[in-house]
């Protein structure tokens, strides 16, 4: 059974881990205290508003490609029974 003392020991984390650079607050980049912060009904907003535009694209993509498969089709019918 593993556990998670086990698992960091097989992959050497704590050598991996003093490699890493250390933390410097002085070149830390800062947030602008003035700009707030979104709240979480501004994040979920945001997520419902991409979410609505990608399916837009999608369904408009559908739409299209079904559009241009029937002209297709009946182009090619014409040109048979022509």
Known sequence: MFTV?????????ERKFEELPKFNPDTAVSVDAGTPLPSPRDIVNSYRKK???SIGWFVHTLITYMYCTLLNKLSNEMIIIS
């Open 5 to 13: 003392f086990r698992v960091l020991k097989e992959v050497d984390f």
């Open 51 to 53: 979410r609505k535009q």
